[in-house]
């Protein structure tokens, strides 16, 4: 019973990020608003506003990275790349809950090419890091949700 609850609720955590997606892919000029608050909260934080040499060249480079990284194009770009990975992966789940081996694979490619192509386009940077960590974490409990099954397939064949 458990197996088809968490098949369903990882069916929807992807639909979910494939929807969201979509909506970036088609509103990428949000990043804009994202970006400029990202660095007035930078620059308003109370701790990096000392005028020490190291924490000043901390801010003005995050700040750079950010006006270099967060680019409507590049967001754009990355949510195309979300959306089709993501829908490898929702394929590979299905497979997966169809008693499939091969939705491993899928699941694996789907979500390694976001993270791939996350960190390709944003760089190995706290950007990278921060766009491609939840991915991460699901690849996690995905690999975790298949480990679980076969076990869960292998003590009903006893």
Do not use: C
């Not at 967060?70 to 990975?85: A, N």
């Not at 766009?131 to 991460?136: A, F, Q, S, T, V």
């Amino acid at each position: 019973m458990w197996p088809k609850f968490f098949g369903v609720i990882f069916t929807f955590i992807l639909a979910f990020l494939i929807a969201t997606n979509i909506s970036s892919y088609q509103n990428s000029e949000v990043i804009e608003e994202v970006r400029q608050s990202a660095i007035q909260q930078i620059e308003n934080n109370p701790y990096l506003a000392d005028s020490n040499e190291q924490s000043k060249s901390f801010r003005e480079s995050y700040i750079l990275e950010l006006n270099d990284t967060l680019t409507v194009k590049k967001y754009e770009k990355s949510s195309l790349h979300r959306i089709v990975g993501n829908i490898i992966a929702l394929l590979g789940l299905m497979l997966i809950r169809f008693r499939k081996s091969i939705g491993l694979h899928f699941v694996i490619g789907g979500i390694g090419f976001v993270v791939f192509s996350g960190f390709f386009i944003f760089g190995v940077s706290i950007v990278g890091w921060a766009m491609n960590i939840g991915y991460i974490i699901l690849l996690g409990m995905l690999l975790l949700y298949y480990y679980a099954i076969k076990k869960y397939e292998a003590n009903l064949d006893q």
